[in-house]
């Protein structure tokens, strides 16, 4: 079957530590991005990449890293620099094609707790 | 200001009812619109978009855009307990840039 997973789907951390979200698509998708959705906020965008080794910086990317080291593959480390990581984060990915719109398709998300 | 303003709700309507969605924009580059819908503690899933102005319709629901007044709509017919949900707007300048959304509106329709 063709998607999206993150993982974990749940995932606590203490303060001070650095924690990895996995992200990874088997649709043959360019791009892909990260999103942090919070209660009342609806969904902010973090970073995205259009291309493997090539990534933009969204609207709140203060405190979060990426990576692109393969076309299937977009983690997202959130770092101790991130003051309120407590969030619900979302991966999507999208073909590139210039004719048509190109849906973004999330993934099931992954749940940070802070502690 | 918001680019994309949208009632958090939440909006609870009794099964059958037609329900309305909206949002507005303020950019005037948004040329596609999108509704998604997502289930608790899920991600989200595309039900429409709209590229302009105009209507699009699909099966009990329709998107309606009205660049005039900046202006997005989701229409519900027959509304179902199966459709509570949180429906979020999306818009974008280019189809496949990068989407700035509502907030979202929390759906509840009661048996």
């Known amino acids: 079957d063709g998607g999206i997973t993150q993982s974990p789907k749940y995932l606590f951390r203490k303060e001070g530590q650095n924690v990895t979200l996995s992200c990874e698509q088997n649709l043959n998708h360019d791009a892909m991005y990260w999103y942090r959705q919070d209660p009342g906020q609806g969904l902010r965008l973090i970073y995205y990449?259009?291309?493997?080794?090539?990534?933009q910086k969204g609207d709140i990317a203060e405190g979060y890293s990426v990576s692109r080291e393969k076309k299937e593959s977009f983690p997202l480390t959130v770092t101790s620099a991130q003051k309120n990581p407590t969030a619900f984060y979302l991966c999507a990915s999208s073909s590139t094609r210039l004719s048509s719109y190109n849906e973004q398709f999330f993934g099931p998300g992954t749940r940070l707790t802070v502690l | 200001q918001k680019e994309v303003e949208q009632d958090p709700g939440p909006l609870s309507v009794p099964e059958g009812a037609i329900v309305s969605l909206n949002c507005t924009y303020s950019n005037s580059a948004f040329q596609y619109f999108m509704w998604y819908r997502q289930y608790s503690r899920k991600g989200p899933e595309l039900l429409m978009y709209?590229?302009?102005?105009g209507n699009k319709e699909d099966g009990r629901f329709t998107a309606q855009v009205d660049k005039s007044s900046k202006y997005i709509s989701l229409f519900i017919r027959d509304s179902q307990p199966s459709d509570s949900a949180t429906y979020l707007c999306?818009?974008?300048?280019?189809?496949?840039?990068?989407?700035?959304f509502g907030t979202g509106t929390r759906l509840t329709i009661i048996p």
């Open positions: 999306a818009s974008s300048n280019f189809g496949n840039e990068k989407l700035t």
């Open positions: 709209t590229y302009s102005s």
């Open positions: 990449s259009q291309i493997v080794n090539d990534f």
